[in-house]
């Protein structure tokens, strides 16, 4: 019988990832969805699998979920992917977003204690915890101190810590992967690398004609979800819990991204997108690049996607979406 993984968030970008790659490592599959009064979006992401999994209605916040299914199945390895992940929108709904990517971490922490104490867990760290921090080189790794400057943020820190607290102090199989941007077709709508791809399509169909957008200076390091869903297997696959930078070394500000997407379809970004202060946020991280070389040479990762790769997959789904 092949190795039981639960996957919170499995119905996200990164947990339909996962969930292939699991599956098709032969592994059972156990996820949790939230409450939707549309249940069909629930799903969408998962849709194909959902014959090859075992979803049931959960939620971070409602520790009895947790320990229900932690009781009944017994993972081998848990994904902790749930998250309020917007960094924008954690400054609205700060609250929403600090309980569950931090007291939701806590919960699953203490469940596991209980449930499943041989358990491998996962934690979805992010480097948005650096902040505006980085090292003399302008990279960030796993030494890099972090000054966050967002409730996201601030929150996904204190579920770092309490990783490595209950790893030392309960002796739990607990790690983190510090993953940086990282993007698909299954994006959110409202990320900028989905923003801008699908925008810039509308306008080269003449469906609309201005993408409006925040802070086009600040730059990103941008990987492929699929590359960074292996990672996250490999990470609970080593020897002993620890915690793991994953990015690709390169970066660009959200302005070349802009250049690059609307000359491949034979646009000006110039003519189109305009500056709305809406989306510029209350504090910035302005800058991230990730040294990788720890998970290059420990766990034998590296990503296989490049930069171009990823955009024009990118620009493949939604030209094809909007085709008519
Ligand atoms: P995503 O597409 O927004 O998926 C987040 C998932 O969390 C969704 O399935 C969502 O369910 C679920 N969720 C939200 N609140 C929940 C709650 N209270 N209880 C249970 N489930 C809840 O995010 P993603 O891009 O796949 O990212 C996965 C994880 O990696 C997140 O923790 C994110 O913060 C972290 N991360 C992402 C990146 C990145 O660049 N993508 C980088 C570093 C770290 P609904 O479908 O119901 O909303
Ligand atoms: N979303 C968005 N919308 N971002 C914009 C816009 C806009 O209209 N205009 C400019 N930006 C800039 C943001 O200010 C930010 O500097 C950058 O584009 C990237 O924004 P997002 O795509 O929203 O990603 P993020 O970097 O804030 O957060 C993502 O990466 C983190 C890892 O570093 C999320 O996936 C987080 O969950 C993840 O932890």
């Known amino acids: 019988m092949g190795k039981k993984a639960f996957i919170t968030g499995i119905t996200g970008q990164d947990g339909s990832y996962l969930t292939e790659h699991l599956l098709d490592l032969g592994y059972e599959v156990y996820g ?20 090859n999994v075992d979803l049931t209605y959960g939620d971070m916040l409602d520790q009895s979920s947790i320990d229900k299914l932690l009781k009944r199945v017994n993972p081998d390895e848990i994904y902790n992917l749930a998250a309020q992940s917007h960094v924008r929108i954690s400054f609205d709904v700060p609250q929403f977003t600090v309980q569950t990517n931090a007291l939701g971490v806590l919960n699953l922490l203490e469940s596991v204690k209980i449930n499943a104490p041989n358990a491998k867990i996962y934690q979805a760290s992010s480097s948005e915890m650096f902040g505006n921090s980085r090292d003399a080189d302008n990279m960030q790794r796993e030494t890099t101190p972090m000054h966050p400057v967002s409730p996201y943020g601030c929150a996904k820190l ?93 970066t660009k500000s959200i302005r070349d991204l802009c250049k690059i997407v609307f000359s491949k379809l034979n646009l000006n970004y110039e003519d189109h997108v305009k500056i709305n202060p809406k989306y510029v946020r209350p504090d910035e991280l302005s800058y991230l690049c990730g040294d990788c070389s720890k998970s290059k040479k420990i766990l034998g990762w590296k990503p296989k996607y490049s930069f171009e790769e990823l955009v024009d997959e990118m620009l493949e789904y939604f030209l094809e979406k909007y085709k008519d």
């Not at 549309?38 to 959902?50: G, S």
């Not at 941007?181 to 709508?189: K, L, V």
């Not at 609309?208 to 292996?230: A, C, F, M």
């Open 32 to 51: 949790f969805a939230r409450r939707n009064s549309v249940t069909e979006h629930q799903q969408t992401r998962i849709e194909n699998l959902m014959n």
């Open 158 to 250: 204190f579920s770092y810590s309490l990783i490595r607290n209950y790893r030392k102090a309960f002796k739990l199989f607990a790690s983190n992967g510090i993953l940086f941007n990282h993007e698909s077709p299954r994006r959110g709508a409202n990320f900028v690398t989905t923003k801008i791809i699908k925008n810039a399509v509308l306008i080269s169909k003449g469906k609309i004609n201005t993408l409006e957008l925040g802070n086009l200076d600040s730059k990103r390091d941008w990987g492929h979800s699929k590359d960074y869903v292996r990672a996250m297997r490999l990470i609970l696959n080593h020897t002993e819990p620890d915690d793991f930078v994953i990015s690709t070394g390169e």
